[in-house]
């Protein structure tokens, strides 16, 4: 199954917010991304269906394999395309604003093709 943008939104934001070292629920997902708490809870009930996340009794939101492979994929793409619009003089905000929309629609050979080129020419991801 294709996941829509909205749903690798969701799979990278569990992943950046379980990166802080706590325990990641619904609530914290709806307020790091804006949205509202029914919203966030229809997605984490198709995207544990879907097998990218599970939920446990305490209702504490884990990535599984699947989900933190895209998650990863998502993340990093947003990092070397904000480091480098940022290294292009863009303002750090504008550079991860666009980062997040280019992020869930650039091909896979686009993508490796500007971070061998970021690599090359110094301006690794972070």
Do not use: W
Not at 63 to 70: N, P
């Amino acid at each position: 199954m294709q996941l829509q943008e909205s749903g690798e939104m969701y799979l990278e934001a569990i992943l950046v917010l379980s990166q802080r070292g706590k325990p990641v629920r619904s609530i914290d997902v709806s307020e790091y991304l804006g949205y509202t708490k029914p919203s966030v809870s229809r997605a984490m009930s198709l995207l544990r269906g879907d097998g990218y996340v599970e939920m446990d009794r305490n209702n504490y939101l884990t990535l599984t394999d699947k989900g933190s492979e895209v998650a990863e994929r998502i993340y990093e793409r947003h990092r070397v395309l904000t480091k480098l619009f940022s290294d292009l003089g863009v303002s750090g905000e504008t550079a991860a604003e666009d980062a997040c929309r280019i992020e869930h629609v650039i091909s896979e050979e686009t993508f490796r093709a500007i971070k061998r080129h970021s690599e090359q020419y110094g301006t690794k991801s972070s």
